[in-house]
Nanobody
Framework: QVQLVESGGGLVQAGGSLRLSCVAS????????MGWFRQAPGKEREFVAS????????AYTDSVKGRFTISRDNAKNTVYLQMNSLKAEDTAIYYC?????????????????WGQGTQVTVSS
């Protein structure tokens, strides 16, 4: 049974930092792209960041460029999202997802497995 489990969310003041982790179990995803998405209250789920299978290719939505960094440790079957300079508009549930292919992508339909999400709340 494949599982993706996110952790690291919480309440933080604007300008602060959080590091999200996503641990996969049930199979290895070292040959798959991984991504982070988020859903704010009353809004649709949106792309945040993605990373290709080797870690050499990354992509970010414009609103987080320069503030968030996605990385992965294939030996640990884990993907991370370092979030700095957090803003109130970053408040959302953050989801980890495992892609169907090796290549970094922002399209949700390209992701096969999803975690349950972790809440990030940024107070202003």
């Amino acid at each position: 049974q494949v599982q993706l489990v996110e952790s690291g969310g919480g309440l933080v003041q604007a300008g602060g930092s959080l590091r999200l982790s996503c641990v996969a179990s049930g199979r290895t995803f070292s040959s798959n792209a991984m991504g982070w998405f988020r859903q704010a209250p009353g809004k649709e789920r949106e792309f945040v960041a993605s990373i290709g299978w080797s870690g050499s290719s990354t992509a970010y939505t414009d609103s987080v460029k320069g503030r968030f960094t996605i990385s992965r440790d294939n030996a640990k079957n884990t993907v991370y999202l370092q979030m700095n300079s957090l803003k109130a508009e970053d408040t959302a549930i953050y989801y980890c997802a495992a892609g169907r292919s090796r290549w970094s992508t922002s399209y949700q339909y390209e992701y096969e497995y999803w975690g349950q999400g972790t809440q990030v709340t940024v107070s202003s």
